[in-house]
């Protein structure tokens, strides 16, 4: 099925994941978030999503030159986006529990 | 940032167009996020260069989902003129109205409008003489510039400065008798408006002017005059036209009441009337050559010579 719906909720809490497992450009974290799992992940949501991260002062970015292609503009987590990733998984778990709880009640009646 | 410039070196053709249509779908972003997004578009598009594989139009979607996407992810408050967003045009009317009403430069013009109080006044006292004007004399008199009360123009200019007096003192006093002379203002002015639109222009012939319209142009116009013209542009005067059996055409009218009528002589002396606001009295202005453009003519065209003609058989 389409998860676009979800993920517009969560991309911020699973780019903050992703990125806090491991510094990476654009691209590459696009990529990490599809062999995730989140195949319906848009190209230009996760470039949207790091770009207002760093403007939030969640990231912090630094330019690696590379000699074969182009240079790539790295991002990593920062205690701010680390504190902000706590938050936002313990609201994450509360609310996937709780609609766990729902769907599961539903199935068992 | 050089980082648009060192990525768009390494991409094809195809991703720099992808570039150019987001770039024009960012239209609304403000420049300087603007600029981020384009760089991180080029870095994309030189990453997806490595692949080989789909389109981008597939692989990324089309050019304006991808900018709005970008925006709306990025958290930008300006979106770009996108097809998500349809603002009636009359709402947009209203809202832009609405932010002029409330600029800076409107609240200069609403403290500059009670400047002009003092012309209005004035403006009022005209008014309500040239209401007097038009009742007394509906036909005869002239309301502009001068309302003619009384038949004398120096008593109708005293009269004139009276009322204006008086209004401006009623302005500066703002009673009830002011909102009665501002009202009496209004309607002098509609007046004055419909009086002036009422004085047309008329154009005839001097002469007779009777049974003319003998000629008419093929989509049937009446020709009712002839501006010959030599092949260097110059208006010609006195030409005698004769039709093919040598009789002078007559295009009905006379050729200038002041002279002795010739037949076929073009030119015909023509003249507009004018009314006169000064004199009072109707003047008459000769009516001026058109401006016609004059065609190259073919070379060995005589333009300037021969007075007789033997005429062609009638074709």
């Known amino acids: 099925m389409d998860t676009t719906q979800f993920l517009k909720g969560v991309l911020d809490l699973a780019v903050l994941a992703v990125v806090e497992d491991a510094d990476g450009y654009g691209y590459d974290i696009v990529r990490r978030l599809r062999e995730a799992g989140l195949e319906d992940v848009g190209d230009a949501s996760v470039y949207g999503t790091l770009r207002r991260l760093f403007a939030a002062g969640a990231l912090s970015s630094y330019v690696v030159p590379s000699d074969e292609g182009p240079h790539r503009k790295y991002y990593g987590v920062n205690d701010r986006g680390r504190e902000l990733l706590k938050d936002m998984t313990e609201q994450w778990k509360g609310f996937a529990e709780a609609l766990d709880r729902l769907i599961d009640h539903r199935e068992a009646a | ?315």
Not at chain 2, 48 to 65: F, I, K, Y
């Open chain 2, 1 to 315: 940032m050089s980082a648009t410039t060192t990525a768009l070196a390494t991409i094809t053709p195809a991703a720099e167009a992808y570039v150019v249509a987001v770039a024009a779908a960012l239209a609304g972003v403000p420049e300087a996020e603007r600029q981020d997004l384009l760089d991180d578009l080029a870095d994309h598009l030189a990453e997806l260069a490595a692949e080989d594989g789909e389109p981008l139009a597939v692989r990324l979607g089309a050019p304006e989902a991808y900018a709005a996407e970008l925006v709306a992810s990025a958290g930008i408050d300006v979106g770009p003129p996108g097809p998500t967003v349809v603002v009636p045009l009359w709402q947009r009317g209203v809202e832009s109205v609405g932010r002029h009403l409330s600029s800076e430069r409107a609240d200069a013009v609403r403290a500059f409008l009670p400047e002009l109080r003092p012309g209005w006044w004035v403006l009022r006292g005209w008014c309500a003489m040239a209401i007097l004007a038009v009742m007394a004399t509906p036909d005869e008199r002239e309301v502009f510039p001068l309302p003619e009360v009384f038949g004398n123009p120096v008593l109708s200019i005293v009269a004139l400065g009276a009322a204006c007096t008086a209004s401006v003192r009623l302005g500066r006093r703002r009673g009830w008798a002011n909102a009665v002379a501002t009202a009496l203002g209004v309607l002098g002015l509609v007046v004055a408006v419909v009086a002036g639109g009422d004085r047309t222009e008329y154009v005839y012939e001097t002469g007779d002017g009777y049974g003319y319209g003998f000629l008419t142009a093929p989509d049937g116009r009446v020709i009712d005059n002839i501006w010959p013209y030599d092949g260097a542009g110059n208006p010609l005067d006195g030409v005698l036209l004769f039709d093919q059996e040598g009789v002078p055409i007559d295009l009905g009218g006379d050729p200038g009441s002041s002279q002795v009528p010739v037949a076929g002589l073009f030119p015909k002396q023509q003249s507009t009337y004018e009314y006169d606001p000064v004199t009072g009295l109707e003047r008459a202005v000769p009516v001026a050559p058109p401006t016609v453009s004059i065609p190259q003519l073919p070379s060995g065209t005589a333009s300037d010579t021969t007075t007789t003609t033997t005429l062609a058989p009638g074709s």
